[in-house]
């Protein structure tokens, strides 16, 4: 073992005199608990007279100094663009008296934040850090850390205490922590044998002080989750009287759903774009501009929570993201919150059912950083803007830096609009294209309507491409079957460009595409003459045509054009994009037209706010759209019961 | 040009204006983008082209209705401000007692040169394009909103409880929508669906 990874002892005067030397230096932000009315809160120390080691709980977790509850992600000029907010506070934070499921719990969010695109202020602030952490002296009611295993903990801190009467024990675990001690506390002595068995001893309490206990292992969890997802019944009972105010969620310290928006100053000329704390729960989380509400119940919210702690995030990282701090179920005013009462009865009614319920396996997890992630957009300028209905207008754009997208067919990019906001646009111009893209845009919410009043030469910020596209390689030589609904045509049509691009590469290809009626037609210029064309078979219909407009083609809803076209099903992979309320039905059509699991590709759309992967609005169960679609294969989805 | 705003005010006590009088330094920028041609409690200029008004108090007799109606005629936005504007306010609590009573009560014996009705928020008598809830409304909310407007954005008023503020709301298990619709069923000036 390492020299200063040994334990130490510090009598609890010289401890307060380590604190005040800590507090006296003006390079360090020094924090710790206090007591806030009958309560304890995370806040900055003035003496070290002010700390409360003896608190049972906090109201917040301390992720509140990594990840706050409002932070300025990047400021904005109408005249130059985005800039990226300057780190100016250098200092070290230096938290006082974390207990161990609070520093299991950051161990998860340094998990979250630094998967594929790390977040440059969490890890900025993480690492310029310094966690003095505390075992449990007095433990809430509602905590069950100990079920959770996470009531005591071996790593994740720099230096931990345990009251040992009149002196601390000090673990140090690392070396910032054995640095810290050197330098600012005086009277260190190495602990004894009967110290450590006292830190032993006061161990022990802690794991057989709780009062919330699970009756089973919490090992079985995900698998327990597993079996109850379909009981609507189970789900609605437990979140009957919800109030979906998202206090839950809000105190949890594994939650990190954020939602993005703009601040403009009075002179709407400048302004900030900020990330607040946001809440699954919550009735709007996961409701899109065209007013679709994924998850539009309480029992649908209520049950998705459990699963993200329970089930994706261990599918994704190994862990089960609770850590039995009790916070959710103390905030809960109708007392519903409580994990261990759901989680005891969903025991008990599974063994009443005999399902087996085995251990999960930990997945086999590698994260890995690719890239950090730049909240701050690219300019671009609208270099054309042509309307295509009453509703949609193409906005051809370029990046002012004069570089090219590089998007792959699929992909999406987030638009900003100065003061307004962020919305996300499926790219529908071919990557073959250089120099600038398209992008196709339905007036429906703020942002949406702001840029309609956009003309050609005014700017937009532009991040991205996003996520996961079209693989236009692997489809090379096979016969594409186009399936389009109204906008979905839109994120089609950059394949559908690409393959015309490269036509000899690729089989045959069909294009069925459906509207509601004939003034909906989106790049009717462009498409309508495919008919005469021998490269694309083409066919299209609308819901219903007006007396007064002109329609020669098929009338009735897209599944109707599918019997029509002869392909052979081992061949052809179908592209599917439309409203939501299409792929059910089109999927079902393929289905009977023999086309397997794994040729069927489709474009889902979802509320994608900060692109990355991070800020949960774009869930589906585990998967996020942003990261892991918006393309998907249909094999990979149809066990995804949020999906379609 | 800069859009040209105006204040009105019904059955309240101007308290939302007094709020926004208070904005005390922000006043200056949000003039630099606005031009005031009606504010009751700051100025005494009045005209009528304006293009957003903003309406405090709510409306208790048939005169309110004619003057509401011009102004949406006049406005190309309406925004009602505070809560005797956005849901009737404390001013509905008459609605229930008898009218007669309630002018004696207020007026005493110069009652009969008073008219009234039962009290009802703006929208009950014209289309509102936003609100500001609140009693008094939140300066900074009224800037939000403001600032929405001027870019040409619906303003986003957050529709969840406001759990740490508003513990009442929570404690009956009301979001702040069904906390209106049920003020409003209850003071009688909506029908139950």
Request: hydrophobic share 35%; proline share 4%.
């Amino acid at each position: 073992m390492n020299e200063d990874k040994k334990m130490h002892i510090l009598s609890k005067e010289a401890f307060s005199e380590f604190i005040n030397n800590l507090i006296a230096d003006n390079t360090l932000n020094v924090v710790g608990v206090k007591s806030k009315g009958e309560k304890f809160a995370f806040g900055p120390l003035e003496s070290a007279n002010q700390l409360r080691l003896d608190y049972d709980v906090t109201l917040l977790p301390p992720k509140k100094y990594f990840f706050p509850q409002r932070e300025t992600l990047v400021t904005y000029e109408v005249a130059c663009g985005f800039k990226t907010k300057d780190f100016q506070n250098n200092k070290s934070t230096v938290i006082v008296g974390v207990h161990p499921y609070d520093i299991m719990a950051l161990l998860h969010m340094d998990e979250v934040f630094r998967e594929t695109k790390s977040d440059p202020y969490y890890s900025q602030r993480r690492k310029s850090s310094i966690i003095i952490g505390t075992n449990i002296q007095n433990i809430s009611d509602s905590c069950f850390a100990p079920s959770m295993g996470c009531a005591t903990i071996d790593y994740g801190f720099d230096l931990m205490l345990t009251d040992i009467g009149n002196k601390y024990a000090i673990d140090v675990g690392s070396h910032k922590g054995a640095e810290l001690l050197n330098k600012y506390a005086k009277g260190v002595t190495k602990a004894f044998a009967k110290d450590i068995q006292e830190v032993g001893k006061k161990k022990m309490e802690i794991l057989n002080g709780a009062k919330q206990k699970f009756n089973f292992s919490s090992e079985l969890i995900p698998e327990l989750l597993g079996k109850f997802y379909e009981k609507d019944s189970f789900w609605e009972s437990h979140s009957e009287e919800c109030l979906s105010c998202g206090s839950c969620v809000l105190v949890c310290p594994t939650c990190y759903c954020f939602d993005v928006k703009d601040n403009p100053d009075l002179s709407l000329k400048k302004g900030e774009r900020t990330r607040t704390w946001d809440a699954c729960l919550l009735e709007d989380f996961a409701k899109v501009a065209s007013g679709e509400n994924f998850r539009n119940t309480k029992a649908t919210r209520y049950r998705h929570r459990y699963f993200k702690k329970g089930k994706y995030l261990f599918d994704r990282f190994g862990f089960v993201s609770c850590v039995g701090c009790g916070r959710c179920s103390s905030n809960c005013l109708p007392d519903i919150a409580n994990p261990v009462n759901l989680f005891n009865d969903m025991y008990a009614e599974s063994i009443k059912a005999g399902f087996q319920i085995d251990s999960a396996i930990i997945p086999e997890v590698s994260i890995d950083t690719v890239e950090e992630i730049k909240f701050a957009p690219r300019m671009a300028t609208i270099i054309k803007k042509e309307p295509m209905t009453e509703n949609e207008i193409k906005f051809e754009l370029k990046l002012d830096d004069g570089s090219d997208l590089n998007h792959q067919p699929g992909q999406f990019v987030q638009v900003s609009v100065f003061g307004v906001g962020e919305a996300p646009f499926g790219i529908s111009s071919s990557p073959s294209r250089k120099g600038t893209f398209d992008l196709c845009i339905r007036k429906l919410g703020n942002v949406t309507s702001k840029i309609h009043t956009l003309n050609e030469g005014d700017r937009v910020g532009i991040r991205g491409p996003y996520g996961k596209g079209f693989d236009s390689e692997f489809l090379k030589g096979k016969d594409l079957l186009f399936i389009a609904g109204g906008l979905g045509i839109v994120p089609l049509r950059s394949l559908f460009n690409y393959v015309l691009a490269n036509r000899d590469e690729y089989g045959r290809v069909i294009l069925l595409y459906g509207c509601k009626e004939p003034r909906e037609l989106l790049f009717g210029d462009e498409i309508l003459h495919l008919k005469d064309e021998d490269r694309v078979e083409f066919k299209a219909t609308v819901d219903w045509c007006p007396e007064n407009e002109i329609w020669d083609s098929n009338i009735g809803v897209i599944t109707t054009l599918i019997p029509q076209v002869d392909f052979d099903p081992q061949k052809t992979y179908a592209v599917v994009c439309g409203p939501p309320i299409m792929y059910k039905f089109v999927i079902k059509d393929l289905k009977s037209r023999n086309v397997p699991d794994d040729h069927i590709i489709v474009s889902l759309e979802r509320r994608m706010k900060c692109g990355v992967g991070k800020c949960g609005h774009c869930q589906i169960n585990q998967l996020y759209v942003c990261k892991d679609g918006p393309v998907f294969n249909y094999s990979d989805i149809k066990g995804v019961p949020e999906a379609l | 040009m800069k859009p040209k705003i105006a204040f009105f005010d019904f059955a309240g006590c101007e308290g939302d204006q007094l709020q926004i009088a208070n904005l005390e330094e922000e006043i200056l920028d949000l003039l630099g983008q606005v031009e005031v041609v009606s504010f009751r409690e700051v100025m005494k200029e009045h005209s009528d082209d304006y293009d957003i008004a903003f309406v405090e108090g709510s409306c208790t007799r048939q005169k309110d209705e004619e003057r509401l109606k011009q102004i949406r005629e006049n406005a190309k936005i309406v925004v009602a401000i505070g809560s005797c504007a956005t849901i009737g306010g404390i001013n509905s609590l008459k609605n229930y007692q008898d009218m007669e009573a309630v002018k004696r009560t207020v007026y005493g014996k110069n009652a009969d040169l008073f008219e009234t009705y039962p009290a009802r928020p703006i929208d009950a008598v014209i289309p509102v394009d936003a609100y500001v809830h609140g009693c008094p409304i939140d300066k900074k909310e009224f800037l939000h909103v403001v600032k929405s407007l001027l870019l040409g954005k619906k303003p986003e008023i957050p529709n969840y409880p406001v759990c740490s503020q508003k513990e009442v709301l929570i404690k009956y298990g009301l979001s702040v929508d069904d906390a209106i619709g049920k003020f409003k069923l209850y003071f009688g000036w909506e029908k139950k669906k």
